[in-house]
């Protein structure tokens, strides 16, 4: 089995023994069944002890975990008639940066999403889903033309974070993030917003001023990554576990904190388990803000945006 | 005994240290932190921090910037009554925010309100880097969202003064969504026709850059002052490009297209003053006022 967990171990470890057993059994003629079935109910309580208890650092290796699908699966399997169009028309094309039109249940709809690769020469191209400033400014020309031809917008999240670089600065990696922001929050057609991986600070949330915002059950999204934070407050990187446990980085603790609408259950162990089941999902959530929102007028659209963020935040008066 | 007297000569001797060699007694004469030209306190105090000798731009406190802009008497604070809490439970976090309190004679990193600028009202915020380095949580966002909220409702012009390196980490992602709430605000002022001007000082970095500072209808700086999106230490760590002397400075920004100008402190007032009048109302009276009088000459000729 390909990138194990680390506290998926023991689940991994009977699974091989079960495989070794059924070898032997297969093999030879000792009858193994009764040994067999033990163990897979063995394996069953585990694997719900296991997931059902996962710590935010574990949520944070499986939103990083190298086979969880990324906004491109979720595109070919939601959607149909998807039509990935390129560049900012100023500069280049972004990679880091999916964004297109596709049909969703009959109408059409505009997505944009971050992308990373699934393998090193992948990531390569996509520079890790980390985008530059073209990549906003990709994503936000795409924006604004749903707008104009009153299309729905669907984000997905999924990056470490904006780019941090020579290059990225000098093309105004700060400008092209709070501009997204600032134009998102002026769009008058609904804005539905995914975190399917990582949503690493200001670099995800400039994709993510929707009118609904979602978080798959393990994905993050925070500040900073738990590293940066750890070596930032306590001068260590070593202790990004702790930072992940005080940082509040989970769909539950930003649902908790009001900042999220909804969690989509993911598979028992994570999205890449079982893509289907996980597009299953997605769709549900989909569906019903899209009825939803699609009630709104454009006035109302702006408003409910300014009402959903306006409360966000605590303090005392 | 040999032993105590070695000890007792250690401890009566002081090695003058380089650093106190260097010192200037506090409070009088300062020395300048870049060009080390030493000056009366009060003489820097008239020149607005801006060193006679080599122009550096030490940083100031968020009153000091206010009375050094606005008319006298003419400011009112807003919102001072908001108060940080800890929502993550974050230790240590609310100690040292009283201790910041107690330093700086704040309630928070930001002092948000309105007043005059050479007789023009106008509704400014002023963020201050001594306290939690001017970093963004709940309630500098919640301040700056009102003070914007407010503007458009008085349909004031917006100044804002940013000094911060970026969201505040013991809010987490509540700070990363101030972000969120602040642009929004602008753009809905925006969208009501308002003015608003940013001018970035030292330093300007991270969350803060990345959104109500970069959103201004014109994006100022201060000589000198680092403005960016990532640390300089992250860029060169997670990418070993060699990065010039002057990168991230408000000169590379202006360089790079990123700024509409870089204002001296000493002009900032005059500049400010200008800007606001061409923007207020009474001039576009003016405006409409010699254009009806051209429709009319032209109809009488």
């Known amino acids: 089995m390909k990138?194990?967990?680390?506290?998926?171990?023991?689940?991994?470890?009977?699974?091989?023994?079960?495989?070794?057993?059924?070898?032997?059994?297969?093999?030879?003629?000792?009858?193994?069944t009764n040994e067999i079935k033990r163990l897979e109910e063995r394996l069953n309580v585990l694997e719900d002890d296991i997931y059902s208890n996962l710590t935010s650092w574990h949520r944070v290796q499986i939103a990083r975990h190298p086979g969880r699908p990324t906004t491109l699966d979720y595109i070919e399997r939601l959607f149909t008639d998807f039509i990935e169009f390129h560049g900012d028309r100023y500069y280049g094309d972004d990679e880091a940066i999916v964004a297109g039109i596709a049909s969703y249940k009959g109408s059409p709809i505009t997505v944009v999403g971050h992308q990373r690769g699934k393998n090193t020469k992948e990531n390569i191209r996509r520079n890790f889903g980390m985008p530059h400033p073209e990549g906003y400014r990709k994503a936000i020309r795409h924006m604004k033309q749903a707008e104009k031809f009153n299309r729905p917008i669907v984000t997905f999240i999924d990056t470490k974070g904006a780019e941090p670089g020579k290059a990225a600065e000098e093309r105004g990696q700060s400008e092209a993030i709070a501009y997204n922001l600032k134009a998102m929050a002026g769009?008058?057609?609904p804005i539905i917003s995914v975190v399917i991986g990582e949503g690493g600070s200001g670099g995800a949330l400039a994709l993510g001023v929707g009118n609904h915002v979602h978080m798959l059950e393990n994905s993050t999204y925070s500040v900073i990554s738990p590293e940066g934070a750890a070596s930032i407050l306590w001068k260590d990187a070593s202790l990004a576990k702790e930072a992940a446990e005080s940082m509040r980085i989970t769909a539950y603790d930003l649902e908790e904190l009001s900042i999220i609408d909804r969690i989509i259950v993911e598979p028992k162990g994570g999205a890449h388990r079982n893509v289907e089941e996980q597009v299953k999902h997605i769709d549900e959530a989909l569906t019903e803000s899209l009825a939803l929102l699609r009630k709104l007028s454009s006035e109302e659209i702006l408003a409910q945006r300014w009402e959903k963020y306006k409360q966000i935040g605590v303090y005392s008066e | 005994m040999f032993k105590k007297i070695f000890t007792r000569a250690k401890n009566n001797t002081t090695i003058p240290h380089k650093?106190?060699?260097?010192?200037?007694?506090e409070g009088l004469m300062k020395k300048c932190e870049q060009c080390s030209h030493i000056i009366y306190y009060k003489e820097l105090e008239k020149c607005l921090h801006v060193c006679p000798n080599c122009h550096y731009h030490h940083?100031?406190?968020?009153?000091?910037?206010?009375?050094?802009?606005?008319d006298e008497q003419s400011f009112e604070e807003w919102d001072q009554q908001l108060k940080t809490t800890n929502p993550l439970d974050f230790p240590d976090y609310l100690e040292k925010v009283e201790n910041d309190i107690e330093k700086t004679g704040l309630s928070e990193a930001v002092v948000t309100g309105k007043g005059t600028i050479d007789g023009i009202e106008t509704a400014c915020t002023v963020m201050d880097m001594r306290f939690r380095m001017g970093s963004m949580g709940s309630v500098v966002g919640e301040k700056i969202a009102r003070a914007v909220e407010r503007a458009r409702e008085q349909s004031l012009p917006y100044i804002i003064f940013t000094a911060s390196g970026g969201a505040r980490m013991q809010e987490g992602v509540l700070s990363l969504m101030q972000m969120a709430k602040t642009s929004i605000a602008i753009e809905r002022f925006c969208r009501d026709g308002g003015l608003m001007i940013s001018v970035m000082t030292h330093p300007t970095t991270g969350g803060v850059s990345a959104s109500f500072a970069s959103l201004g209808d014109y994006n100022f700086a201060e000589p000198g002052a680092l403005i960016g999106f990532?640390?300089?230490?992250?860029?060169?760590?997670t990418t070993r490009e060699k990065l010039p002397d002057d990168f991230q400075t408000a000169e590379f920004l202006l360089k790079h297209g990123q700024l509409d100008k870089i204002i001296h402190r000493h002009e900032m007032k005059k500049m400010l003053a200008t800007l606001l009048r061409l923007h207020s109302t009474e001039v576009q009276q003016i405006e409409e006022e010699t254009e009806q009088v051209a429709v009319r000459g032209g109809q009488d000729g």
């Open chain 1, 3 to 32: 990138h194990v967990l680390e506290f998926e171990r023991p689940i991994v470890h009977l699974k091989n023994k079960i495989a070794e057993l059924k070898t032997i059994s297969k093999d030879s003629d000792i009858d193994l």
């Open chain 2, 19 to 25: 650093k106190a060699k260097e010192d200037v007694p």
């Open chain 1, 187 to 189: 769009l008058t057609v």
């Open chain 2, 59 to 70: 940083p100031i406190d968020a009153w000091y910037r206010i009375d050094s802009l606005f």
């Open chain 2, 230 to 237: 990532a640390g300089r230490r992250v860029i060169e760590q």
